[in-house]
């Protein structure tokens, strides 16, 4: 029960710091920053994306 609580607090914890510490750096930063991280997000996404269905053909492939 001890390690589950850790492991919520924890998680809790460091969404907590890292929402802060975006909302305190987004103002300081381009407007242009922002369109370029979600454009790379999405890039990075759509490779997951690719590289899952990828994986499900492959195996489907396979047997």
């Known amino acids: ?5 850790g492991v919520v607090f924890g ?3 460091w969404w907590m710091v ?3 510490g975006v909302a305190l750096v987004r103002h300081r930063l381009p407007p242009a920053f ?7 997000s999405a890039i990075i996404l759509i490779g997951f994306g690719i ?3 990828g994986s499900v053909l492959l195996a489907w492939s396979v047997q």
Do not use: D
Request: charged share 5%.
């Open 1 to 5: 029960m001890t390690v589950i609580a």
């Open 11 to 13: 998680s809790i914890l």
């Open 18 to 20: 890292l929402s802060g």
């Open 34 to 40: 922002a369109i370029w991280t979600s454009r790379v």
């Open 51 to 53: 590289w899952a269905i």
